[in-house]
């Protein structure tokens, strides 16, 4: 499995918890790559604190539009900016056919 693993507002937000989830995986033999929209001569602090492949992705282009530019194929994303993954615009009119369901998370099956 390949997971893309966001950089600012995601990994910054916990980084020792990220950095446990990102050694899980790698011992479980997948590849986890950093997909950021940062620019590369700005991101120092990205390269000192993560030891995993960085995509670094233009502002114009879609994030999974530029790891498929590169042979990539991610399976799951992680990302604090979802809209910044795909290269769709979002129907405004076909997200208020969508509803969330109001039982209490302790309700929820396990
Ligand atoms: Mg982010």
């Known amino acids: 499995m390949n997971l893309a693993l966001d950089f600012d507002e995601t990994y910054t937000l916990d980084p020792e918890t990220w950095n446990k989830v990102i ?3 790698l011992t479980s033999g997948h590849k986890v790559y950093c997909v950021t929209k940062r620019y590369e001569h700005l ?3 990205i390269k000192n604190v993560l030891d995993i ?6 502002r114009s282009v879609a994030k999974m539009q530029a ?3 590169v ?3 991610i399976d799951v994303w992680i990302d604090d900016k979802p809209q910044s993954i795909y290269p769709y615009k979002i129907n405004k009119k076909k997200l208020s ?6 039982k209490p ?3 929820c099956k396990k």
């Open 23 to 25: 050694q899980l995986f």
């Open 43 to 45: 991101s120092k602090d």
């Open 53 to 58: 492949p960085i995509i670094f992705v233009p």
């Open 67 to 69: 790891v498929k530019s």
């Open 71 to 73: 042979g990539i194929k």
């Open 97 to 102: 056919a969508f509803h969330v369901s109001n």
């Open 105 to 107: 998370i302790s309700r």
